[in-house]
């Protein structure tokens, strides 16, 4: 194979959303026989603990053949989310939170303690 055969197709059209630690590229290449087609690509920004850094990065292709149902399937996908659980977004940062939820013991006065301020 040539070197030009590794090299990906020039884009046509780009647009970029940044979300956090993540962005999101939608990019518009061309075929070798000149149709279009549609590259989705995320970016995942990890952070090492010396404070270098690497990105890891997945791509799909998405070909006019598959435009409709592939819209459809993510609007039927995406409408579910919203309607099961809302708009609002749980952080990553809370959901370590949930995840290390510990049943809460009864709360009677019998297990509470009574502090005075002078005991700090």
Do not use: C, N
């Not at 279009?36 to 690497?54: N, P, Q, R, W």
């Not at 952080?91 to 009864?106: A, L, Y």
Request: charged share 40%.
């Amino acid at each position: 194979m040539s070197d030009k055969e590794f090299v990906e197709q020039e884009e046509i059209f780009s647009q970029v959303l940044r979300a956090g630690r993540r962005t999101y590229f939608f990019d518009v290449r061309s075929t070798k026989a000149g149709d279009y087609y549609l590259t989705v690509t995320e970016s995942k920004k990890f952070t090492h603990d010396d404070g270098s850094f690497h990105y890891k990065k997945h791509k799909i292709y998405l070909y006019k053949e598959d435009f409709s149902e592939f819209k459809e399937m993510l609007e039927k996908a995406t409408s579910f989310i919203v309607s099961e659980k809302g708009e609002e977004v749980i952080s990553e940062r809370h959901q370590k939170d949930f995840q290390k939820e510990v049943p809460v013991e009864d709360s009677s006065t019998e297990s509470f303690t009574d502090v005075d301020f002078d005991d700090i």
